[in-house]
């Protein structure tokens, strides 16, 4: 099963989500991630959270939607509320659910404010995807309707 994170940048949430759950996934499971328009380059200070994980980002980059090399099975969207941020919407026949978080590269104040909200968007991110990947897979892949009821229900879970 293949899952996308989808943004408008796919510079930092949707890096976020894609290397974390890579990192936590199970055999048979992989993510993605893309953007509806692409910034071209990783976020620094989400790559170096990430590696402060020990989450490897190697290998991954920004892309766009247009650039993916399959059709996900799952996508997730996860732009936030802040300054009115216009989430794109996957159009392909896959389970969608939205997992809204406040873009942190958008993140103003001291050094630690900032890498605080870097945090902040890490954590919900991965306690989603922890929850997420709790879940009965191996049934629910078989029941499309309960399967985006458990995502949407995540979709509002914080750490």
């Given at each position: 099963m293949n899952v996308l994170f989808l943004c408008t940048g796919n510079s930092c949430r949707s890096l976020i989500g894609e290397a974390t759950f890579n990192h936590l996934?199970?055999?048979?499971?992989?993510?993605?991630?893309?953007?509806?328009?692409?910034?071209?380059r990783l976020n620094s200070r989400a790559v170096a959270l990430l590696e402060q994980e020990s989450i490897s980002t190697e290998g991954y980059y920004s892309k766009s939607w247009n650039d993916l090399p399959l059709i996900p099975d799952i996508v997730i969207s996860?732009?936030?509320?802040?300054?009115?941020?216009?989430?794109?919407?996957?159009?392909?026949?896959?389970?969608?659910?939205?997992?809204?978080?406040?873009?942190?590269a958008h993140a103003e104040g001291t050094e630690e404010e900032i890498k605080a909200a870097f945090m902040v968007a890490y954590r919900i991110l991965r306690?989603?995807?922890?929850?997420?990947?709790a879940l009965p897979l191996a049934e629910l892949t078989l029941d499309n309707v309960r399967l985006k009821a458990e995502l949407d229900r995540i979709g509002t879970l914080l750490p």
């Open positions: 996934a199970p055999e048979g499971w992989h993510a993605l991630s893309a953007g509806s328009k692409p910034l071209g996860v732009c936030g509320n802040a300054a009115n941020e216009t989430c794109p919407a996957y159009l392909g026949s896959v389970l969608r659910s939205h997992w809204g978080v406040e873009d942190p306690h989603r995807i922890e929850q997420f990947l």
